[in-house]
């Protein structure tokens, strides 16, 4: 029984001075670091869209941090982040990647967004990290990242969903809380049996 690290979007535009800034989103990286060793495999994702991405408000005619619907459901509309081979989609640089056993990229779809690492926001679609951990006989998961509320939170629920046990270390997450968002995602775990420390 094996125990993966999953560390979730670790990128320039989630850290101060990026598009899409999270308040010390870069405070969690040496804490990051200073765990891999303790896991028997560390993954780490990466928020990966294209320029024409549907999730950019400049792509809608609308506000950042509007929702609108989606034939999926309800999406919130970002500035525009993370696009493919920019600075900001970039791990941060002190982030260790040497550690890293995969690296999954996520988004490139530009009519579904994807905040887990499982599956795109149309909840159907996987990424096929399942798949990798399940060859590997994974079956206990730690996350960590940005943001806690967005793609860490979806990332969790999917994960105990897919049967992991699964623990997030908010001490090395960061939120962007955006209208309760947090305390929502903190509630949801405790409902589902996501451990938190
Ligand atoms: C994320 C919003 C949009 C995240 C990614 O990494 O939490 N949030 N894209
Ligand atoms: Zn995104």
């Not at 989103?25 to 994702?45: A, P, R």
């Not at 989606?70 to 990647?97: K, R």
């Not at 988004?107 to 499982?118: E, W």
């Not at 806690?148 to 908010?170: M, P, W």
Request: glycine share 8%; aromatic share 8%.
């Amino acid at each position: 029984m094996k125990h993966a690290l999953l560390i979730i979007d670790v990128q320039n535009d989630f850290c101060p001075g990026g598009s899409l800034a999270v308040t010390d989103g870069d405070q969690i990286v040496s804490g990051i670091n200073d765990i891999m060793n303790d896991f028997d495999y560390v993954i780490l994702t990466q928020d990966w869209h294209p320029a024409n991405h549907s999730s950019f408000a400049s792509n809608q005619n609308a506000d950042p941090f509007s929702v609108i619907d989606m034939p999926y459901g309800p999406q919130v509309l970002w500035p525009d982040h993370c696009i493919q081979g920019s600075f900001g989609s970039a791990l941060h640089e002190d982030l260790n990647t040497t550690r890293a056993d995969l690296i999954i990229r996520k988004g490139q779809n530009p009519g579904v967004d994807s905040y887990s690492a499982f599956f795109e926001n149309d909840r159907t679609t996987a990424t096929g990290l399942h798949g990798y951990l399940t060859e590997r006989s994974v079956s206990k998961v730690t996350l960590v990242g940005l943001a806690t509320d967005y793609c860490v939170n979806f990332s969790a629920q999917d994960a105990v969903k897919l049967g992991y046990e699964t623990h997030v270390r908010i001490d090395l997450c960061r939120a962007i809380d955006l209208d309760g968002s947090l305390d929502q995602a903190r509630s949801d775990w405790n409902a589902l049996g996501i451990g938190t420390s």
